[in-house]
């Protein structure tokens, strides 16, 4: 069902709340504000009752799909399910309602919850330090890119071009450029992995690293990433480690161990905050003892009992974030991490691939695989076959939004043609991926016998085939009745109401 703006559930005079009646002389309000600052005409507000706001607000918040209503598989992005527990750790009153400049001596227990999850963030990555500051992955590889631009500083080295695998997401060229440096795209071979010949032509003196995502964005582990290691290093240049899948990983390998000398962590990915819509994140930096000395600073640091921030570190890049960084999405993460232990943590990468590859084994009959046998914790098909017969793989997406579940990521990583990129996660059922599984099979008979509809989908949905370029660019959410299954992009274009002008 579509929901009106609440500007248009507003009537004269209707109100949600009631006040008790004044204590106090009443004052006229130009004697108490003024003249300057007063309104000439009251605000537009909606008028409407307590249960018009709680019904608008509900009706909303199920138009929109979401992680608690059914599966989420978007592949590079983790939506796994979070626990609910996390939310009452991070609303905690203590927590909540912290102010960012309350001195060290009184923010002891926060000052040791960051502390106390960076300690467990290295152990988990076997890296030596760390900084929670960055606000996302992406803010996070730019971090550690500012490190290795201090580091090749600081010993004189001019160093300018970064790495990047074909099949990276497309953050590592971006955080590339806007951290100094230019990039040179590394090719990846048949196996999906970094074509190592194609590597070594690119070694040359002036390589400061090469940012690699493992296992990659086809999910795939890069095996020769001994050899990567000693190629990089042998040549003078930094390992910088996309931790983005680091979902796959927990209990099973460590970076640090395969000599990754900085990683970014997306705590909103692996370790439990909800994300999507551009909510909150945080995307920690750790380093190996080569880089340690070029952290962002304060580094939060336990000298006997008492929690402190050092600020006394001369090669520090300085500060990236205000504050602390997400301090809420930290909570999440060191509530999550305490609540699974080792041993939980190494389940969930394991389910995680254990469901991934349940998914592909189901899937395979019907769609390519381009590359790789057995992925880790995702799996990228292709919808090349579907393409011969006039679907394309945005088709199937949109057509998948009709079966109650949110499609995949789509036309990622580039290097798979019609690419279906699918993350099912450990916190899915088998009857979930099976019904998952169901959906897609579905898709591609329906191509046989009923094409049209899968190239109309959706049909179900409060708006149908957006024009998604304008959508992004105008947005409009208001609901004009008739046009709201019509064509592309009619509920986006449509005119704002005239009893609601924003200042
Ligand atoms: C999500 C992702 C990023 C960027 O992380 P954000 O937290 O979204 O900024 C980088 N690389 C890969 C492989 C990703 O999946």
């Not at 979401?66 to 203590?94: F, Q, W």
Request: charged fraction near 20%; hydrophobic fraction near 35%; aromatic fraction near 6%.
């Amino acid at each position: 069902m579509l929901e009106p703006l609440i500007y248009e559930r507003s009537r004269h005079g209707r109100r949600g709340a009631t006040l008790p009646a004044l204590d106090v002389p009443e004052q006229p309000v130009d004697s108490l504000i003024p003249r300057g600052a007063l309104r000439t005409e009251g605000p537009r507000l909606p008028e409407v009752s307590e249960n018009e706001v709680v019904r608008h607000f509900i009706n909303l918040s199920s138009l929109n799909y979401h992680l608690d209503r059914g599966i989420y598989p978007l592949g590079s992005c983790t939506m796994k399910y979070n626990p609910k527990m996390n939310e009452v750790a991070a609303a905690m009153p203590g927590f909540q309602h912290l102010h960012p400049l309350t001195p060290e001596s009184h923010v002891q227990g926060a000052l040791r919850l960051m502390y106390e999850l960076g300690e467990m963030l290295k152990e988990i990555n076997g890296m030596a330090g760390i900084s929670l500051q960055p606000a996302a992955g992406a803010h996070g590889e730019l971090t550690g890119l500012m490190m290795i631009r201090k580091y090749f500083e600081s010993r004189g080295e001019q160093r300018h071009v970064i790495l990047v695998p074909d099949s990276a997401h497309g953050t590592n060229p971006a955080s590339s450029v806007i951290g100094g440096f230019t990039t040179a795209s590394v090719k990846s071979n048949a196996e999906g992995t970094i074509d190592l010949d194609d590597l070594k032509a690119h070694l040359a003196s002036d390589v400061a690293a090469i940012m690699l995502t493992n296992p990659n964005t086809l999910g795939i582990f890069e095996r020769d990433i001994v050899e990567i290691e000693k190629l990089l290093h042998g040549n003078g240049s930094l390992m910088y480690m996309d931790g983005a899948n680091l979902n796959a990983l927990l209990g099973i390998t460590r970076p640090g161990d395969h000599g990754f000398d900085v990683m970014h962590i997306n705590l909103h990915k692996t370790f439990s905050t909800p994300h999507g819509g551009g909510g909150p994140g945080a995307g920690p930096v750790a380093v190996n003892s080569r880089l340690e000395p070029f952290l962002p600073r304060p580094v939060i640091e336990k000298h006997g009992d008492r929690y402190v921030m050092n600020w006394n570190r001369p090669l520090s890049i300085g500060k990236v974030q205000t504050f602390f960084g997400n301090f809420g999405v930290i909570v999440r993460a060191y509530a999550y991490i305490r609540a699974n232990g080792a041993k939980g943590l190494s389940a969930v990468s394991r389910g995680a691939i254990l469901n991934a590859n349940y998914l592909l084994s189901r899937l395979r009959g019907a769609f390519e695989l381009p590359y790789g046998t057995q992925p880790l914790h995702e799996f990228v098909l292709s919808a090349s076959r579907q393409k011969e017969k006039g679907v394309r793989a945005l088709d199937i997406a949109k057509r998948l939004l009709d079966y109650g579940v949110h499609a995949p990521t789509a036309y990622f990583p580039l290097i798979v043609h019609e690419a279906l990129m699918i993350e099912p996660t450990e916190t899915e059922t088998k009857e979930s991926l099976d019904y998952f599984a169901h959906a897609l099979l579905e898709i591609d008979k329906e191509i046989e016998t009923n094409k049209e509809t899968v190239l109309n989908a959706p049909h179900t949905t409060p708006v149908r085939r957006l024009d998604e370029v304008r959508a992004a660019k105008q947005l409009n959410v208001k609901y004009v009745p008739g046009e709201s299954s019509g064509d592309s992009g009619s509920v986006c274009s449509a005119g704002r109401p005239d009893s609601f002008s924003p200042r």
